[in-house]
């Protein structure tokens, strides 16, 4: 199975996200191999979208949660809060916000915590900078992130999760991270958790996310250790998107036959 995560980000209010949301839809319509898609609209926007996408292949999504479970936190929305709206699924620690935002490993295993918690399966992002992957040390970056990001769950707590793996040089760049160099990473990453949960890892799934767009995506695709795409900037562009879901069906397909 392939996995498609629409992270719409800052960029569409409600008006627009109910149009791409519906133009989704209708790309996956009449289609027999359908990819798991999970569209993230913003906060604003999931009860609208979660109307649309009732009774359908696709998943809601959001793009943040809070790390704490309730209390005197002005703005923030709680993974608890999610689940009532309808959301599935969460985006946890993205590049963006651990770089604009500052947010550190540490918070981003207290928000791992309460997804797992409130039964929301994450999307946990990890990925190197450029002089990370220019001075050779992008192994041991991703090592150290996935480790904190998993170290405060309870073992009995995990649940199924993906891990996205974004190349920070790669993301809203246009620069594209070779096949080669992610299949390695993407290898990498999954004996890690593996070694580091041992008998107790759940299912989850690696992904990878970075300038993909519908002219690039069947060639991330097709490769079997990439089981799916964090879709940033190009989710938003429903041309775009289409061709993305059209890549995932056409490697579905060939893997059926």
Known sequence: MKTIVANWKMNVGVRESVALARGTLLALRGKPHLPDVVVCPSFTSLGEVRKVIARSYVSL???DVSSQDQGAMTGEISARMLFEAGVTHV??????RRNLLHETDELIAQKVVQ??????????CVG???KDRETTHH????????????????RKQLGRFFIAYEPVWAIG???NAGVQDILEMHQFIRHEIVEYLGDRTPAFGVLYGGSVTGENAYDY??????????V????VKLTHMTEILKAAQSVLERQSS
Do not use: N, Y
């Not at 985006?91 to 963006?96: K, L, P, V, Y």
């Not at 997804?115 to 946990?124: D, G, M, N, R, S």
């Not at 192994?139 to 309870?154: K, N």
């Not at 695709?221 to 964090?230: F, H, I, P, T």
């Open 61 to 63: 999504g959001a793009q």
């Open 91 to 96: 985006i946890i620690g993205h590049s963006e």
């Open 115 to 124: 997804a797992f918690t409130h039964k929301l399966v994450p999307f946990i």
């Open 128 to 130: 190197e900078s450029k």
């Open 139 to 154: 192994t041991e970056v991703v090592r150290a992130q996935l480790r904190v990001a998993l170290s405060l769950t309870d």
């Open 173 to 175: 760049t246009g620069v």
């Open 221 to 230: 695709l097709r490769e079997k250790e990439v089981e799916g795409l964090l």
């Open 232 to 235: 940033g900037g190009a989710s």
